[in-house]
């Protein structure tokens, strides 16, 4: 979806390449069509996530920052699925 409120499909040929792999089930095709159904309405409608407030959003001063990891690089390369320590 584009800022314009214009929007395509995206992956079609990907998402029927893997129900041809048996990857994904091609039934799970209607329910993700209804859940983009969903969505449209929902920025056509300019509501939750597309509600007018949301560019403007901005985190209440008073929460701490997160912080990032000891390791993190920002290409990944320190990234593991072992705990530090």
């Known amino acids: 979806m584009r800022p314009d409120g214009s929007w395509t499909w995206k992956d079609r040929e990907d998402f ?14 209607g329910t993700l069509e209804d859940h983009a159904q969903s969505v449209l309405m929902q920025a056509k409608a300019r509501t939750g996530p597309f509600a007018a407030k ?22 990944g390369s320190a ?5 530090p320590g």
């Open 16 to 29: 029927g390449e893997a129900v041809r792999r048996g990857v994904l089930d091609g039934e799970l095709l």
């Open 54 to 75: 949301w560019p403007a959003w901005q985190p209440d001063p008073a929460w701490p920052r997160p912080a990032l990891p000891a390791a993190y690089r920002p290409d």
């Open 79 to 83: 990234w593991s699925a072992r705990l």
